[in-house]
C-alpha cells in the first residue's frame, strides 16, 4: 500500500486501486523498476485497458478486438483494411488516411491476427497522438463503410477484365496479399474444431465467397468497446485519453462477449494476467514492453 500512495504523489497521471476518472476505474498497478503499469476497466462497457507510464518521448495506441473468423472468407482482413480508410461519423474520406500522414506520428497502422484485430499508432507529439486518438475512435467504432459497396470490390476482391480478349481474373487488395502466403493445411491440422482452423486473412479460393452483408454482420457484432482491450504507453498524459475513450465508449451499452481464445494453453490453459515483461536488453535506448491480456497470439500478417 505504501508503494501505491508513493505512486500517485509522485506521477500526477497515476491512479489508486479503485480510483475511477472518465468512466474509466483502477483495479490493478504494478510497480516496475523504471515504469509503472495502471490497469483500467471502462465502467459502462468492460473495456479493458493496459497503461504503461514510461519516460519513453514516444507514446503508443492500439485497440484490439476479438474477431474469431467463422469461414476463410478473409472478413476479418478486409475490415482491418477498410476501417481506416472508409469515413466514419465525424471523419469523411479527406480526413482520413490523409491526415494520418500529415500528423506527427512514428507509425500507425492495422494487423490481423488469427483470431483479433488490432489498431495501433505511436508520436512523439502529445497533441498529434490525441488527434489520431479520436480518429481511430471514430473510424473503428462508427465506421460509415456500410455506405460504400465499393469499398468490398477495392479492398477484398472484385471481377477484373484487362481486355476484351482477356480471361477474367480476381483482384483486390486482400486477394493479391494473400495469394501464396496461405497456410490452410497447417490451420486444419493445428485447430480442429476451432475458429482457428480458418485462415482470418482469407484463403484465395474463398475470399470471393465473402459477401458485403457477412462483412456489415462481422463489423456489428465485433466492433464494440466491450469486445475490446486497448494498450497504451504514455508519458504526457493519461487522463486525457481516458476522456477520449469514454467519449466515445459511453455511447455504447455493455454486450457479453466471450474473450477467452481457443487456443490459450500456450499460457497454460488460462488467460494470462501476469502484466508486462520489461527487456532491457533491447537495442538503443527504447524499452520493449509486452503484456498479456488474454488477447496474445503468435502469428501475424
Ligand atoms: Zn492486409
Not at 508513493?6 to 476518472?21: D, H, M, P, R, W
Not at 523504471?34 to 507514446?59: C, N, S
Not at 497504451?232 to 469514454?246: A, C, P, V, Y
Request: charged content about 25%.
Amino acid at each position: 500500500m505504501l508503494v501505491f500512495i508513493l505512486i500517485s504523489i509522485c506521477k500526477a497521471n497515476t491512479f489508486e486501486v479503485n480510483e475511477a476518472y472518465a468512466g474509466f476505474q483502477c483495479f490493478a498497478v504494478n510497480d516496475g523498476t523504471d515504469i509503472t503499469m495502471f490497469h483500467l476497466r471502462h465502467l459502462k462497457t468492460g473495456a479493458e485497458l493496459i497503461a504503461v507510464e514510461t519516460d519513453d518521448e514516444e507514446e503508443s495506441f492500439d485497440i484490439s478486438f476479438k474477431t474469431p473468423s467463422n469461414n476463410s472468407h478473409g472478413t476479418a482482413h478486409a475490415l482491418e483494411h477498410i476501417l481506416l480508410s472508409y469515413p466514419s461519423r465525424k471523419y469523411d474520406f479527406a480526413n482520413g488516411p490523409d491526415v494520418l500522414v500529415l500528423l506527427r506520428l512514428n507509425m500507425w497502422n492495422a494487423h490481423t491476427f488469427p483470431s483479433i484485430t488490432n489498431f495501433v499508432f505511436s508520436s512523439g507529439h502529445p497533441q498529434d497522438f490525441n488527434k489520431a486518438l479520436r480518429l481511430y475512435m471514430d473510424r473503428v467504432l462508427f465506421s460509415n463503410f456500410g455506405e460504400y459497396p465499393e469499398s468490398l470490390k477495392r479492398e477484398a476482391w472484385r471481377y477484373e477484365l484487362k481486355s476484351l480478349d482477356s480471361q477474367v481474373k480476381y483482384n483486390g487488395i486482400v486477394m493479391s496479399e494473400v495469394k501464396g502466403v496461405h497456410n490452410s493445411v497447417r490451420n486444419e491440422g493445428f485447430f480442429p474444431g476451432t475458429p482457428e482452423r480458418f485462415d482470418s486473412g482469407g484463403l484465395p479460393s474463398e475470399i470471393p465467397k465473402l459477401t458485403f452483408s457477412e462483412l456489415k454482420k462481422f463489423y456489428s457484432h465485433n466492433y464494440h468497446p466491450s469486445n475490446s482491450k486497448i494498450g497504451l504507453i504514455f508519458k504526457t498524459d493519461l487522463k486525457s485519453r481516458l476522456e477520449i475513450m469514454d467519449e466515445y465508449f459511453s455511447e455504447f451499452s455493455h454486450k457479453q462477449f466471450d474473450k477467452k481464445l481457443p487456443y490459450t494453453t500456450i499460457y497454460g490453459g488460462k488467460e494470462s494476467r501476469r502484466g508486462y515483461s520489461q527487456n532491457t536488453d533491447s537495442v538503443g535506448p527504447r524499452t520493449h514492453f509486452t503484456y498479456y491480456m488474454g488477447f496474445e497470439t503468435s502469428r501475424t500478417r
